[in-house]
C-alpha cells in the first residue's frame, strides 16, 4: 500500500490569504486527487491532480481558486487562494496504483478567521 | 450520476456484538467499491477494496460484499471491540478512480 503524507497537518490563516498544502506519495502512482471535507461532512472531490499538466477540477471548482500542481509521478501541491472562513475544512490528498485502491493521507485541518 | 448512501448515520453496540454497516448507490454499472475507515480529525484508513467482478472480500474480522443488482454493499465486522469506534465511509466508482463519490459515513460506537 502507498504511504501518503501532507504538510501542514493544520494551520490557521486569516482572510485573504492562500495557504498551499503539499502531498507527497512513498511510491508511484498512476492518479493523484485532492478532496475537500467541511465540518460534518463526508468527502468531495475537488480535483484530479495531471502530471505534468492542468488538473482536471469537478463541478463548482476553479483553478483560480484551487491552484494544482503535479511536477512528477510522487508530489502535488493543492493552494486554496483567497481565503474566506467558508474554505475552513480538511483537505485531503489520495492516490491510487495500479490495484485501484485509493490511499489517503492524513488530512489538513484548515481554519480561517 | 453516482450517489451513495449509507444507514444508519449513527450506530452504537456493546463490545463483542456483531454488525452490518449498509451502503447503497443508485448506478450499478459500478468499477469498483471501496469501504475506509476515519479516526476523528484523522485522513482516511482503506479497509476494503472490491472490484466489480468480485462479490466480497474479507479481511481479520471484516467482510464485505457487493451486489451490484441491488445496488448494495454492506460491512459486517464480527466480534466489535470498543478500537472499532471511528466512522465508516463506503465510496463507489462508476467508471474509474476519477468519479468515486462517498456516502456520508456510519458513525459506529463500541461500548466496552
Known amino acids: 500500500s502507498a504511504v501518503i503524507s501532507q504538510k501542514p497537518s493544520r494551520d490557521i490563516c486569516q482572510r485573504g490569504t492562500s495557504l498551499t498544502i503539499q502531498c507527497q506519495v512513498d511510491s508511484q502512482v498512476t492518479m493523484m486527487f485532492w478532496y475537500r471535507q467541511q465540518p460534518g461532512q463526508s468527502l468531495t472531490l475537488i480535483a484530479t491532480?495531471?502530471?505534468?499538466?492542468?488538473?482536471?477540477?469537478e463541478s463548482g471548482f476553479v483553478i483560480d481558486k484551487f491552484p494544482i500542481s503535479r511536477p512528477n509521478l510522487t508530489f502535488s501541491t493543492l493552494t486554496v487562494s483567497n481565503l474566506s472562513p467558508e474554505d475552513s475544512s480538511i483537505y485531503l490528498c489520495s492516490g491510487t496504483g495500479h490495484s485501484n485502491e485509493q490511499f489517503f493521507g492524513p488530512g489538513t485541518r484548515l481554519t480561517v478567521l | 450520476k453516482q450517489e451513495v448512501t449509507q444507514i444508519p448515520a449513527a450506530l452504537s453496540v456493546p463490545e463483542g456484538e456483531n454488525l452490518v454497516l449498509n451502503c447503497s448507490f443508485t448506478?450499478?454499472?459500478?468499477?469498483?467499491l471501496q469501504w475506509f475507515r476515519q479516526d476523528p480529525g484523522k485522513g482516511l484508513t482503506s479497509l476494503l477494496l472490491i472490484q466489480s467482478s468480485q462479490r466480497e472480500q474479507t479481511s481479520g474480522r471484516l467482510n464485505a460484499s457487493l451486489d451490484k443488482s441491488s445496488g448494495r454493499s454492506t460491512l459486517y465486522i464480527a466480534a466489535s471491540q470498543p478500537g472499532d469506534s471511528a466512522t465508516y465511509l463506503c465510496?463507489?466508482?462508476?467508471?474509474?478512480?476519477?468519479?468515486?463519490?462517498f456516502g456520508a459515513g456510519t458513525r459506529l460506537t463500541v461500548k466496552p
Open positions: 491532480a495531471n502530471q505534468g499538466s492542468e488538473a482536471t477540477y
Open positions: 465510496a463507489a466508482s462508476t467508471y474509474n478512480n476519477n468519479d468515486m463519490r
Open positions: 448506478d450499478s454499472a459500478i468499477y469498483n
